[in-house]
């Protein structure tokens, strides 16, 4: 194999990156540049200082951009649409109303974020709290108490849910960079999600009920018109819709692992048709085309179609932030910037897993963008993981959460999810940061914890 050269040294490239990053964050908060346009810019400046041949530059760009897209925006797509369906037709509403029937008045809080938690399987942080905030604050209003008891354990769910588990962009695009299966990163997410959801969010939702009195909103708010006119779904049929992607993500899953303990020959034409219907993309999309017939007998099918449509427009600046996050991966991949940093990360013996941490940490309290964190991080790492041995699909899953991780702490003011929940609860920037960014440094640290334990066990 033919040993790869580039322009500059290690201390170079890496003083490159360091510049490079500086300015993508002061375009970013400075300037308040968007995050896809200072991406891009600065993408084409560092092919340029590095050296990259001017005939190259455009097709390593559309490299880095199209192989981050092609494994993110399928998944994000099916995932919004499969979400946009349940709110409208007061499927939210009804998975809610059940839980806190079935765990009594006194577990409110606690049916609230078992309620996100399945919610936010397709649906975006967002977009799912602001479909949960009326049920919070009606629940909040009928039981007593501060708001935050309610409203954090829902909007940690959902935070949670949105940085661990795929379909949501982060995870999936920094599974896609480091080459881990994205089903088992699904189970594995979700078995992390859980207690660190309990630890951080419901366990800290309480104890910040007690500690900060704030009271209800001036007025509910919701973005979402839901439908009225027609009889809702059963909890059983909004289980179903949720839990159908999982279990035939699972199905897949487990028939690998069948094939690699020689349970079942892989070479079967059966268990190869059963494992495509369990590939994430396919699971959505027979998830997506299950919740249109069901719902086909309350709307019709223009309405239907309206519905999915207005399901793409709000993320396609998250699609496109994840792209370009992949383009300025690539080319410091082309420009030999990721494979210095493995080198020095190497020399320090920093394990893998701990420099992911603490990499997407820093980029997560510089320029706010989770995503932008996540993506870059995985992209900066890539080198390392390809070089390293014995690393296992279980470690690829781990590294992929303790990057996720990072990228979840520390939320403040340059992070929009900062000023979506101070706002929509009508909290100061002070209680802000003494709830939101406590719990959210509690769920990335937990998360983080977690994965390092199962990358020592497994």
Sequence with gaps: MTEMTYAYGAGTLLGIAALAVALLLVLIMRFR??????????SIMVALVTKVPFDKVVPTLLGGFGST??????????????????????GAKVLADTLINKFGSHRAPFALGIASLLFGFPIFF???LVVMLPIIFSVAKQFGGSTLKYALPAAGAFAVMHALVPPHPGPVAAAELLGANIGLLVMLGLII?????YIGSYLFGLYAGKKFDVKLPRSFLSAVEVDYEHQPP?????????????????LETGLNTAIVMGAVPGDNALVNFLR???????????????????????????????ICEGALGPICGIILVTGAGGMFGGVLRASGIGDALAGVLSDTGMPIIVAAFVISTALRVAQGSATVALTTTAA???????TATGLSQFDLCFIVIAIAGGATVLSHVNDSGFWLVGRFLEMDEKTTLKTWTVMETLLGSTAFLLALMGSLLL
Excluded: C, N, Y
């Design 33 to 42: 540049v968007h995050a896809f346009l200072a991406l891009t810019v600065v």
């Design 234 to 250: 059963s909890f059983g049929m909004v289980m179903t819709i949720l839990m159908l992607p999982l279990a035939l993500i699972f």
């Design 276 to 306: 495509m219907l369990g590939k994430t993309p396919i699971a959505l999309l027979i998830t997506v085309l299950f919740a249109l017939i069901v719902f086909s007998g309350r709307h019709s099918r223009q309405h239907l179609e309206k």
């Design 193 to 197: 999600a859980i207690p660190t959801w």
């Design 126 to 128: 967002d977009a799912g």
């Design 69 to 90: 897209l092609a494994g993110v925006a399928l998944l994000v797509g099916l995932g919004a649409m499969i979400g946009r369906l349940l709110e409208v037709s007061g």
């Design 380 to 386: 900066l790492i890539a080198p390392l993981v390809e």
